[in-house]
């Protein structure tokens, strides 16, 4: 992980808000503890950059995630398909929901059996993401995770 005074780090994480759906209170106070994690701890680092620290926007465009980064004498577009993720965000989506009312009116075993479904499918999703960013931006696994996150945000339409 990197530290505070790499230079192979995220120094702003914007979400295009057009991009976002309506968001529950919940979710929305995930997408801002993730980027609010994200900026504090990260390890970025693009391909071909000299160094940072960068500003990452996330975008959906035509069904893609558009990542842009911009740092010193950096700047790039990085667009992935969403397919690959589609499958893992749907089934996370899925147990998310049920685990924000299982908090409120399930019993401790319950939420504990969700909690554990979730966090191995965002487990899951943060592999595949960091996969389909190698090659074009090194990333650590918690930034990775973070990252993840994000993603089903802009992907969230409840």
Known sequence: MSSPS????????ELDEESLAAASRDQEQERQIAIFD??????????????????LRIALIDSRL???????????????????????VRDYRMVCD??????RNATPQKIEALDMGRRGLHNEGSSLLQ??????????LDTARRLFTLVCALQWRG
């Open 131 to 140: 996969r389909r960013l190698a090659g074009k931006i090194d990333i650590d």
């Open 6 to 13: 790499s230079n192979n780090r995220l120094r702003s994480v």
């Open 66 to 88: 558009a990542l842009d980064v911009t740092g010193p004498s950096y700047q790039r577009r990085y667009l992935l398909s969403l397919s690959p993720l589609r499958g893992v």
């Open 38 to 55: 994200l900026i504090e701890e990260n390890d970025f680092a693009p391909e071909g950059a000299e160094g940072g620290p960068y500003d």
């Open 98 to 103: 049920s685990y924000y009312d299982a908090i």
